[in-house]
């Protein structure tokens, strides 16, 4: 009966696990930090994605992910130390307007209580999108940050620029 009860949570874990990659961006590389003898070594993973409602925007973040027994189930929390980049990679379109702070990307960073997110914003004044990447918890957050910056400029002859000013929500 209990054997049963643990193959059943163990299954949970990994269908969660597996629902949740679906949703994952591209993997670039990881690298290896601590070695751990008979369990997956904690590693630093270097991720990239697409604004989803910005087109020519792309970031890149790397987050540490914990080995050990509690990483092969899937079910260790992740440290809130993540580094953000994001650069105009094509011509810049606003899909729709947006409101400042607006989620871009959001993962769990433990089975229930942690997440990391990515949010977007615009410097009207300067015409510039603004990302931040931060993990909260459902009853603390972490003060730990990394924003960055992507300045909107022409991408070739003739493009036309757009002022992130005219889509953001008021």
């Known amino acids: 009966m209990r054997r049963a009860i643990l193959m059943t949570l163990f299954a949970a874990i990994v269908f969660a696990s597996t629902a949740w990659a679906a949703d994952d961006p591209d993997l670039i590389f990881r690298r290896s930090t601590v070695f751990k003898l008979l369990t997956p070594n904690d590693k630093l993973a270097t991720y990239g994605l697409d604004d989803p409602e910005v087109e020519g925007v792309a970031c890149y973040f790397t987050a540490p992910e914990r080995g050990g027994v509690k990483g ?63 993990s909260d918890r459902l009853i603390e957050g972490s003060p730990k940050n990394s924003t960055a910056a992507v300045p909107i400029m022409p991408w070739g002859a003739g493009d036309q620029i757009q002022h992130c000013a005219d889509f953001v929500e008021k």
């Open 72 to 134: 092969l189930l899937g079910i260790a929390e992740q440290v809130s130390d993540v580094s953000l980049s994001c650069r105009q990679v094509g011509p810049i379109r606003f899909k729709d307007k947006f409101a400042q702070g607006d989620d871009m990307f959001r993962k769990r960073r433990s089975l229930i209580f942690k997440k990391m997110q990515i949010v977007r914003g615009c410097d009207t004044k300067r015409n510039v999108l603004v990302y931040m990447v931060y």
